[in-house]
């Protein structure tokens, strides 16, 4: 049997929650029944964890689960199996551009992990933003660099 853990889609988006619902991580911890340290990892975006503890936090920000909390294989602009009055109705504090993880710009670029890997490298890659041990970028950003990088390439060879 595997286990399920869920990370936070966005440390900025937890905390913007948490703000509108006037607390603070210690107040979140002790509500949720954890310890300001792991709300304080999950804001960092250091921690995961599991679907109870995900739904408790997000019962006390008054959001759904899905909008707080996201698997590995799930982003922003996936098609999860949400409801569709849930999709109707974004929350308020729903984020236009999200930031997204290496794996996400890879799939979003239909580019290998290896490939954009070697493109960092070399100073070629996107640019990445580090926050604590992950890559982040906006998706807007990665979007655009893909469209500078590759659009480019093809007007080269066209000539």
Same mark, same amino acid.
């Given at each position: 049997?595997?286990?399920?853990?869920?990370?936070?889609?966005?440390?900025?988006?937890?905390?913007?929650?948490?703000?509108?619902?006037? %607390?603070?991580?210690?107040?979140?911890?002790?509500?949720?029944?954890?310890?300001?340290?792991?709300?304080?990892?999950?804001?960092?975006?250091?921690?995961?964890?599991?679907?109870?503890?995900?739904?408790?936090?997000?019962?006390?920000?008054?959001?759904?689960?899905?909008?707080?909390?996201?698997?590995?294989? %799930?982003?922003?602009?996936?098609?999860?199996?949400?409801?569709?009055?849930? %999709?109707?109705?974004?929350?308020?504090?729903?984020?236009?551009?999200?930031?997204?993880?290496?794996?996400?710009?890879?799939?979003?670029?239909?580019?290998?992990?290896?490939?954009?890997?070697?493109?960092?490298?070399?100073?070629?890659?996107?640019?990445?933003?580090?926050?604590?041990?992950?890559?982040?970028?906006?998706?807007?950003?990665? %979007?655009?660099?893909?469209?500078?990088?590759?659009?480019?390439?093809?007007?080269?060879?066209?000539?």
């Amino acid at each position: 049997m595997t286990s399920t853990t869920l990370a936070t889609r966005s440390p900025h988006r937890l905390r913007a929650a948490m703000r509108a619902a006037g %607390l603070d991580g210690a107040q979140l911890a002790k509500s949720a029944g954890v310890s300001r340290a792991f709300v304080s990892l999950l804001l960092n975006g250091r921690r995961r964890c599991n679907p109870t503890i995900a739904a408790a936090i997000a019962q006390e920000l008054s959001q759904p689960v899905e909008y707080l909390f996201t698997t590995a294989m %799930l982003s922003d602009d996936s098609h999860n199996e949400m409801e569709d009055e849930v %999709l109707s109705t974004p929350p308020a504090l729903m984020v236009e551009d999200p930031y997204l993880g290496f794996d996400e710009v890879a799939a979003l670029c239909n580019i290998k992990i290896k490939t954009l890997r070697h493109m960092r490298a070399v100073g070629t890659g996107p640019p990445f933003h580090k926050r604590g041990q992950l890559l982040r970028i906006r998706k807007s950003k990665a %979007l655009d660099w893909y469209r500078d990088t590759f659009e480019n390439d093809a007007e080269d060879t066209e000539d």
